[in-house]
């Protein structure tokens, strides 16, 4: 995965919620354009969460994949 691809999901218009996969299996959902921020060296994004930041290296970025409708996945009832 380059840079370049992460840009276009977060330069897109309309913005349209994705996910970040990493190596480790790890997804990591972006909700708004304002929850990220690309690196000008182009190394690195970070991603905002409620819990506090992620700093991902671009080269541990197997794949960028939008949500459709921008719906997390639902619970199933129990």
Not at 5 to 11: D, H, P, Q, S, V
Not at 28 to 57: C, K, N, Q, W
């Amino acid at each position: 995965m380059t840079f370049e691809e992460i840009k276009k999901f977060y330069y897109a218009a309309p913005f349209r919620p994705f996910e970040i996969v990493l190596t480790s299996g790890r997804q990591v959902r972006v909700d708004h354009p304002e929850f990220m921020a690309l690196s000008p060296d182009e190394d690195t994004v970070v991603v905002y969460e409620s819990d506090g930041h992620l700093t991902i290296d671009v080269p541990l970025v197997i794949a960028v994949k939008e949500l459709k409708n921008g719906a997390r996945p639902r619970k199933r009832k129990q």
